[in-house]
């Protein structure tokens, strides 16, 4: 298994472009995690996706923000528009299940430079 | 509030030593507990986890852990450090209130002098 893809692994724009992020997680898996990671809030949960249906995205800072799961294999990310204060390491993560007693696998990342 | 905490930002020890990462945490109830580590420009990958039991949990790498419940800890070690051992360690438990989630520590760096 090849684990969870992410694409790009490294992103610089200009303030104001839309970014898109993209994940694919390992198959079989049905939970879907999308984490935010930088030094001064740490590793924040975005948002994550249950057999593709959003389940909670309380954790998604505001409405430049999107997420969508199109089908069990893939799912992106999308900023729209970027700022600079969105600079940080995006991470997908997927597992068989939920919570407790669960690994999640999570994939490289994503460093996004937002200029 | 429910939460984790990771007292020390960065732990240094020489190689060969034993290592032992802090972390606390503040749940109530009985809590499942996790070890995730990052190596540089990777994405966090489980050492081990804590849901009943006995105390000691062993897991990837050579890492243990030991829950203790009565100052509600949940202490990484090892007993012998490697170089390659170095790392951010994250400490997690479960969002009781949403079992989906994990709720993670700030993280510690594991420094591991040859």
């Known amino acids: 298994d090849a684990g969870v893809i992410q694409s790009p692994r490294h992103e610089v724009t200009e303030m104001g472009q839309e970014v898109t992020l993209r994940c694919k997680p390992i198959?079989?898996?049905?939970?879907l995690f999308w984490y935010r990671q930088t030094m001064m809030r740490g590793l924040e949960l975005l948002i994550y996706?249950?057999?593709?249906?959003?389940?909670?995205d309380s954790g998604m800072p505001e409405d430049r923000f999107s997420a969508k799961m199109p089908n069990a294999s893939f799912s992106t990310l999308k900023i729209q528009p970027s700022e600079p204060r969105d600079s940080a390491v995006y991470f997908c993560?997927?597992?068989?299940?939920?919570?407790?007693?669960?690994?999640?696998?999570f994939g490289p990342g994503t460093r996004l430079t937002v200029l | 509030a429910q939460s984790v905490a990771q007292p020390e930002d960065q732990v240094n020890v020489a190689e060969g030593n034993p290592l032992t990462v802090k972390c606390t945490y503040s749940?109530?109830?009985?809590?499942?507990l996790f070890w995730y580590v990052q190596y540089p420009n990777r994405g966090l990958q489980f050492l081990l986890k804590?849901?009943?039991?006995?105390?000691l949990v062993k897991g990837s790498y050579g890492f243990e852990a030991e829950f203790n419940k009565s100052q509600t800890s949940f202490h990484l070690k090892k007993p012998s450090a490697l170089v390659s051992d170095s790392a951010l360690y994250f400490c997690?438990?479960?969002?009781?209130?949403?079992?989906?989630?994990?709720?993670f520590g700030t993280g510690t760096r594991l420094q591991v002098f040859p």
């Open positions: 996706f249950n057999n593709n249906v959003p389940i909670d």
């Open positions: 749940v109530s109830g009985n809590p499942y």
């Open positions: 993560a997927s597992s068989f299940l939920a919570g407790g007693g669960v690994r999640m696998s």
């Open positions: 804590y849901i009943t039991g006995d105390n």
């Open positions: 997690a438990v479960r969002d009781i209130y949403n079992t989906d989630k994990l709720i």
């Open positions: 198959s079989g898996h049905d939970y």
